[in-house]
């Protein structure tokens, strides 16, 4: 089981894990031969309400993953998160615990007032695009100067929490 907490983006385990994303994206483009850019993000980007970032915990209270959401420039629906930095060690993979950590991150997006949820990311990465795709996201155009990414996703959050309401009151009713 996993758990989640909130941590700074600059804490020695939140920059351990970040650190080992870079290198696996390195290692993943350098197989490509395309140059991965390596950033690591301002702490100030991700506190409350501009954002947060969480750590993923196994049974054992080890940090294995990360992810955070940042508040960018309002979109087409209004105020619009980012979601970023999604990485679990390769070792836990396949344990539901991505699907655990962007549903976390969306339903904190929603508590600060989020309309939308966007991420990009590198069409390399399948199992993050289906993952995205089931989580309800889907394709838009690029919102974004990433050199890294060629996929950018989107996900109505308003028009996803009147539907979840819309059937809760159907069921209750």
């Known amino acids: 089981m996993a758990t989640l ?12 894990l970040l650190a080992e994303y ?23 980007l991700f506190e409350p309400p501009a954002g947060v970032f969480l750590i993923v915990e196994d ?10 959401i940042r508040l960018i420039a309002d979109g087409a629906n209004g105020r619009r998160y980012e979601v970023k930095h999604l990485y679990l ?6 344990r539901g615990w991505g699907r655990l950590l962007l549903d976390d991150l969306e339903r904190r997006a929603v508590d600060f007032g989020a309309h ?17 795709a089931n989580s309800g996201f889907v394709e838009i155009p690029r919102y974004n100067d990433n050199p890294n990414a060629s996929r950018w996703y989107g996900k109505d959050l ?14 209750t009713g």
């Open 116 to 132: 939308e949820l966007v991420l990009d990311t590198h069409h390399s990465l399948e199992a993050a695009a289906r993952l995205y």
């Open 89 to 94: 060690r390769p070792e836990t993979r396949g």
């Open 59 to 68: 049974d054992s209270g080890a940090p294995v993953g990360c992810g955070g």
């Open 22 to 44: 870079f290198a696996s994206r390195e290692r993943g483009f350098a197989h490509q031969n395309v140059v991965y850019t390596t950033a690591f993000p301002d702490p100030s």
């Open 158 to 171: 308003v028009r996803d929490d009147r539907s979840r309401r819309g059937s809760g009151a159907a069921q």
């Open 5 to 16: 907490r909130r941590s700074p983006v600059d804490a020695p385990d939140a920059h351990a």
